[in-house]
């Protein structure tokens, strides 16, 4: 957004996170208190969430009645009112609601929807894109793109499972829901998801997996990695400062690291007392017991910034896309904790990389850690295959940030772009999966089989009737022959 502001467009923003940007062109409009306060979540809370990953989309459902709160809101509903303003296009995150595309609709606007992961099995459906579980891991499932039978089997099941509940717990619901907000007669959510011009996720089949695309779809995976900057004064000289390199340790912004329950905490504690390397962790609390000297806290770090500096060796993360990307573009190994959501996934694709490895936060133990550390940091290999990793990453025509404007621009030059819709987003399912064609071909061989079938025992039955009735006339007349005698 900030980008095509910078190259002329007038850009709105309707944010739950506003920023403050000295650009005349771009206008955040702040729906922060229609969503309710953020929290940060302890990884109790967190794991009781991934306990089982056939509750992740219906847990993810669950949110909905936020959404009707904040589409409610003022600020929203001053816009939907509106009637003097005009926008050229609507950008909007589509996870597993379509109601926003109410405002497209409203103001006759193409879309371009923004995921920000791999494409869910109702996107495939969405943008008419091939979709087989056989090889294409649903997001949760923590499946590389090469699986055995049983993981097929679940990810076969996760993928109906999620395509059900999507269907009857979210386009259902906002079905019901929208006139009642609007109060107005306002399209089916199937109808709305299906005007969707440009698709556009935040993944790379550098890291994750290759998969058929329509030319309505594009991996811009890597879109929010910037130039890095330089560092802090003290974060600087203690990384400069170490001999033999920096491990960067940082559960990302929602989970808190100080709600480590001590015995893994003391894990981890055990495991950096033992290494050369200095430690970077940040940590929200204010005091780390325990903490040894090689261990640098702070509540918050320049993670962008530290992930590129050389001497970085090691990134112990808790999986998260975002700072996943920067690792691989910068060639970091990754030892990955995941907690929740796509985080397994991402780790599951790095250790197929052979640039990272996972640790699985139920077997987290004093030996376990240290082990794990140390093998990413002695292990030559784990530095090269993050390095090769990069180098595919990084190799592409574009930038992410210039494939999403230049394919944004497009859709606004060429009115929404319907040429790059593939007829098969528009197919009833049947008929995308030749269904008709098939059940047409097989009644065809069935006809022509029982056609095949009845004649020949026609003909068999009239020859065996020439051949055996005319034998038993014969012997009847030799008979009557006799009798007359």
Request: net charge positive; glycine share 6%; proline share 6%.
């Amino acid at each position: 957004m900030i980008e095509l502001a910078n190259r002329g467009h007038n850009v709105t923003v309707y944010n739950t996170f506003p920023k403050t940007y000295t650009i005349a062109n771009y206008n955040d409009v702040d729906i922060s208190n229609c969503f309710g306060p953020s929290v940060a979540w302890d990884l109790d809370q967190m794991k009781k969430l991934d306990v089982n990953r056939l509750v992740a989309v219906p847990g993810a459902l669950q949110l909905i009645p936020k959404y009707e709160q904040i589409i409610s809101c003022k600020p929203l509903m001053d816009l939907w009112n509106s009637t003097d303003e005009k926008f050229d296009l609507l950008i909007v995150e589509m996870c597993h609601y379509d109601i926003f595309l109410l405002f497209g609709k409203r103001f006759d606007a193409p879309i371009v929807a923004f995921h920000s992961h791999i494409p869910f099995p109702w996107h495939h459906e969405l943008m008419g894109l091939l979709n087989s579980p056989s090889y294409l891991p649903v997001e949760f499932s923590g499946y590389t793109s090469k699986m055995n039978f049983f993981q097929r089997l679940i990810n076969a099941l996760l993928h109906f499972h999620g395509n059900f509940y999507y269907e009857i717990g979210s386009r259902r619901v906002f079905d019901e829901m929208a006139p009642k907000i609007f109060n107005q007669f306002v399209p089916k959510m199937k109808d709305l998801a299906n005007s969707v011009n440009l698709l556009l996720f935040n993944t790379h089949y550098s890291i994750n997996w290759a998969m058929p695309l329509a030319p309505n779809v594009k991996e811009v995976g890597g879109l929010m990695i910037q130039k890095s900057k330089p560092l802090p004064k003290n974060i600087e000289k203690f990384i400069n400062e170490s001999k033999h390199g920096v491990v960067y340790f940082c559960m990302g912004s929602l989970l808190r690291g100080e709600t480590f329950p001590p015995e893994k905490r003391e894990a981890f504690l055990y495991a950096f007392s033992k290494i050369p390397q200095r430690v970077l962790w940040k940590w929200e609390g204010d005091v780390l017991p325990g903490k040894s000297d090689n261990i640098m806290i702070s509540k918050w770090m320049p993670q962008r910034d530290i992930l590129a500096h050389p001497n970085v060796k090691l990134f112990i993360s808790h999986g998260g896309l975002l700072g996943t990307s920067e690792a691989v573009y910068e060639g970091v190994p990754v030892l990955g904790i995941p907690i929740f959501g796509d985080q397994r996934t991402n780790i599951k694709s790095l250790e197929a990389n052979g640039a990272g490895e996972l640790l699985d936060y139920n077997e987290i133990s004093k030996e376990v850690v240290l082990e794990k550390i140390q093998r990413l940091l002695n292990d030559p290999k784990y530095k090269e295959n993050a390095k090769l990793l990069s180098d595919r990453y990084r190799d592409r025509p574009m930038s992410p940030l210039d494939t999403a404007v230049y394919w944004t621009e497009y859709v606004i030059r060429h009115k929404g772009a319907p040429h790059l819709r593939t007829a098969a987003a528009d197919m009833p399912w049947y008929q995308y999966l030749l269904l008709d064609v098939i059940a047409f071909i097989v009644a065809v061989l069935v006809a022509g089989l029982l056609i095949i079938y009845y004649t020949t025992k026609f003909i068999l039955r009239a020859i065996y009737g020439l051949i055996c009735g005319g034998g038993a006339k014969k012997g009847s007349s030799k008979s009557d022959k006799k009798k007359r005698n």
